[in-house]
């Protein structure tokens, strides 16, 4: 699996930066090799036997020179393909880093309205994507190795990366800026499917959360609300979008249920995490938004996060 390896390209710019780079290391592995055959040599020989004007001019200029021209060259040349424009059939991903989680936004091709996920950005195979970046609070970075380079995420800034994915896969991503104490528990995952796949998926992020008549699912939704959850997140069609100076506080959790990890990478959504998460927020990822639930009646707790996984 190319879990997070800059080793393991799936994306068209990707292969490009590991071809760069590995020409890059070819080219100054000849050099160490150069400079440690003459060293051999002078240490052997005391003085070389070739005249000192030829050695310092052959060694010292034209060697070095040629070598790292070519390289300079090649790299620019290469890395062209990076810049190349946006393709006008490119999907457009809005990315909002945050401290310490990923707002992430599609265009709803019916309805023009925004369809809001967190953590996890789905994408279709083989598709040039378009990636706005921005930041809420502090400066992140960006960055899914398997697939593009990195790219710094500004407050009060857009920046861009265009990506083009290649087979479908799970590819994880990490905040690559420094961004407070949880940074390190900064991560998201990409998954890449096939485009009928892909497209499922949105419509069906698109709609509102499920109704449900579930005795249990029904009492975890009301937990949901009476408790102080629905301050922070939303759950479309149960708790609307919280805003507050245009900017939402929280995951939107209208779909958490689908999700692969729970905050931010940092707990796979299965078994008794979801319990575990709401409960120990704050032994998860101490200094997160989200104070710690332990004081939640068990009951109340199962409820609540049966309902949560509920939501497909
Ligand atoms: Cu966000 Cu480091």
């Known amino acids: 699996m190319n879990w997070q390896s800059v080793l393991h390209p799936a994306g068209n710019d990707a292969e490009v930066i590991v071809e760069i780079a590995w020409v890059l290391f070819g080219g100054g592995t000849l050099i160490f090799v150069g400079v440690m055959i003459m060293l051999a040599m002078s240490l052997r020989h005391g003085r070389p036997h070739v005249r000192p004007a030829v050695w310092l001019i052959g060694a010292g200029v034209v060697f070095p020179v040629t070598v790292l021209s070519a390289l300079l060259v090649y790299s620019i040349h290469r890395s062209q393909q990076l810049l190349a424009p946006v393709s006008h059939d490119a999907l457009v991903v809005s990315v909002t880093a945050k401290m310490w989680w990923w707002e992430v936004r599609y265009r709803d091709p019916v309805t023009g309205r925004d369809i809001v996920t967190a953590n996890e950005i789905r994408l279709p195979a083989n598709k040039p994507v378009y990636l706005a970046l921005t930041s809420d609070d502090v400066i992140h970075s960006f960055w899914v190795p398997a697939l593009a380079g990195k790219v710094d995420m500004l407050p009060g800034r857009l920046t861009r990366l265009r990506v083009k994915t290649g087979a479908p896969g799970i590819y994880r991503g990490q905040c690559a800026e420094y961004c407070g104490e949880q940074h390190a528990k900064m991560a998201l995952h990409v998954v890449v ?76 959504n299965e078994g008794e995490n979801m319990r575990d998460w709401i409960a120990q927020t704050q032994r998860f990822k101490h200094g997160a938004r989200m104070p710690g639930f332990a004081d939640m009646p068990e009951h109340e707790l199962d409820a609540l996060a049966r309902y949560l996984e509920s939501l497909q």
Do not use: K
């Not at 959360?209 to 069609?237: E, K, M, S, W, Y």
């Not at 149960?238 to 506080?249: M, P, R, S, W, Y």
């Open 193 to 268: 499917e096939e485009a009928p796949a892909f497209d499922a998926w949105l419509s069906n992020q698109a709609q509102p959360a499920r109704a449900t008549n579930d005795p249990l699912l029904a009492a975890g939704r009301q937990v949901f609300l009476t408790q102080r959850c629905a301050a922070c997140h939303t759950i479309r069609g149960v708790a609307d979008e919280n805003l507050i100076g245009g900017q939402t506080l929280a995951p939107d959790l209208t779909h958490i249920g689908s999700r692969l990890y729970l905050g931010a990478g940092i707990l796979r």
